[in-house]
């Protein structure tokens, strides 16, 4: 618990979690992102379609970008209220996450084509912030942020939770 108290109220970093779900053999992905720091949390889910069916590392890759997507706007939501975060940490709990972004793994054309958008994304954002995106590791079952991520991604599916 003082773990996840200190990850809430960190006034310089903000730790966004990540996270999708999809229908398997449809072409529906939730995509969700937790945003937690300066003592506020904000839950951003999207429901997208997807040529790519059953591809979990395409559709955590898209949940990555949608984190990094929506993240000028929930900076801008924490600078309403005088919080200037300095870094942001995207977590996914895809253990490969990092090897497949820093160092562009991926066989496929669209894979490789979305972890380069990724890294623009990155690059962009890092002009303001210093911006990773790292693994989420042992945190993953004890994490309520995480939790709420994943839990976001299922039900803008329509998926239980």
Do not use: W
């Amino acid at each position: 618990m003082e773990q996840l108290n200190q990850i809430l109220y960190n006034r310089k970093i903000v730790n966004a979690y990540c996270d999708s779900s999809n229908c398997l053999g449809q072409s529906i992905i939730g995509l969700s992102a937790c945003y937690v720091g300066c003592g506020m949390t904000f839950v951003e889910s999207k429901k997208i379609y997807t040529q790519y069916i059953n591809k979990s590392l395409y559709a955590e890759l898209l949940a990555v970008k949608f984190t990094l997507e929506t993240l000028p706007m929930i900076i801008e939501e924490y600078k309403r209220y005088s919080h200037n975060p300095m870094k942001v940490n995207v977590f996914s709990d895809v253990h490969v996450i990092e090897n497949f972004i820093y160092k562009g793994a991926g066989k496929k054309a669209y894979m490789r084509e979305l972890v380069v958008e990724i890294f623009d994304l990155i690059e962009t954002l890092s002009s303001e912030l210093s911006v990773c995106v790292r693994y989420l590791g042992k945190q993953k079952k004890y994490n309520i942020y995480h939790n709420a991520c994943h839990n976001g991604a299922r039900m803008v599916i329509g998926k239980k939770i």
